[in-house]
Structure formats: structure tokens, C-alpha cells
């Protein structure tokens, strides 16, 4: 009904630098990019949490950080890019839960961002993956988007991945799973519309 207001964090001059984001266990609510800079390809990403809670932050290896949680919101997805890897985005996946929030991070190897993909469960994860990207992608995205993605399964506690049939041409721009876990759905970047992919 709109009564009852509260604040959650103060922001001061900051709230450019938050991005609301529930995680599904209702611990975080956004995530601020408020932290110190750790040299050029390093950054603090700080968990803002319902009670003021005051969580670990979670340090990524670069810039231009986009996320997802996994279904529990025990663990982040996350996508940055930095000079190692020729300012391209890459895939991290960290732990995100109360006191084991920023350990256990670990690169997935794939050049992608958090929003082509989407998670099955609390392990198996399903992402688009650019075929190639140019030097800077990372920087500007529409780099991207006429080239063909390629689609993966991929188990983030063994590191394998299997690469999936697609009979045509697709650059997702946003990946979720159904309610069924049985399909996948997308929007793409070329061609209008909402798409599905049997798992």
C-alpha cells in the first residue's frame, strides 16, 4: 500500500553505481560497484544486503561487470572484461551466500556475457557463446552482433561443457529457463522474436 518506507543503505552519491538485484535466497539485494579499484583490471563489487548485513565483497578480474544468481543464490555468474583477455568479456562463476560470499571464484574459460546465459540448477549452466569476438568487444558490445553464438552446457563444479546442435543463425541478447527445466528461451539481436531450445 505504499506506508512504511524504510531505507536499506545509504547511498550518498553512489546510487548511479547499484543495480537492484534480488538474489533468490532474499540475502542481497543489489550489488554496488562502489568498491576500491585493486590496479587496472581489478574491482570490489560490494553484496548489499536486506539487513545490513555486511558480506564479503566480491572481487572481479576486470571491468564492465554483469551478473546473474544460480537458482538457490548460493552462486553468482558474472561476466567482465579486462587486458588479459583483450578486453573481451569472460565468464566467472564465485560463491555468494553468507559467509562464503566472494570465495571459491574460478574463470569458466568462455568469452561470453552473464546475460546469454541461464542456469538449470545449482551446477549445470546453459550459455551462448560468440563464435568470434574482435579486440574490445568487451568495451562495445554491438561488436557482436552479427556474429553467430554458439551454444554450450556446461558443468561449473567438473569445468566440462558440451557444445549444443542449432540448426540456424542466433546472437542472443537474453537467455532464461522455462518453468519446466525442459527448454530453453532466448531473444535474439538479428531476429525479432522469442525463441525456444529444447534441453
Not at 72 to 90: A, C, D, H, T, W
Not at 125 to 145: E, H, I, K, M, W
Amino acid at each position: 500500500d505504499g506506508t512504511d518506507v524504510q531505507l536499506v543503505e545509504a547511498l550518498g552519491n553512489n546510487a548511479d553505481k547499484v543495480t537492484v538485484d534480488w538474489s533468490p535466497n532474499n540475502q542481497v539485494v543489489a550489488l554496488a560497484q562502489t568498491g576500491e579499484a585493486l590496479g587496472a583490471n581489478r574491482q570490489d563489487i560490494h553484496l548489499v544486503g536486506i539487513n545490513g548485513e555486511n558480506f564479503s565483497p566480491l572481487t572481479v578480474e576486470g571491468r564492465g561487470f554483469e551478473s546473474i544468481w544460480s537458482p538457490e543464490g548460493k552462486k553468482i555468474l558474472y561476466s567482465v572484461y579486462n587486458s588479459r583477455n583483450n578486453f573481451n568479456p569472460e565468464l566467472w562463476i564465485a560463491n555468494a551466500e553468507g559467509t562464503t560470499a566472494g570465495t571459491g571464484r574460478k574463470s569458466l574459460g568462455l568469452s561470453t556475457w552473464a546475460q546469454k546465459c541461464a542456469f538449470q540448477s545449482e551446477r549445470i549452466l546453459y550459455c551462448a557463446v560468440p563464435s568470434d569476438l574482435q579486440r574490445g568487444t568487451g568495451f562495445a558490445p554491438d561488436l557482436a552482433n552479427n556474429t553467430q553464438d554458439v551454444f554450450y552446457r556446461i558443468d561449473i563444479e567438473s569445468g566440462s561443457r558440451t557444445q549444443l546442435t542449432v540448426d540456424a543463425f542466433h546472437v542472443v541478447q537474453s537467455m532464461f529457463l522455462g518453468d519446466d527445466g525442459k527448454n530453453i528461451y532466448f531473444t535474439d539481436k538479428v531476429q525479432p522474436g522469442l525463441y525456444s531450445l529444447p534441453l
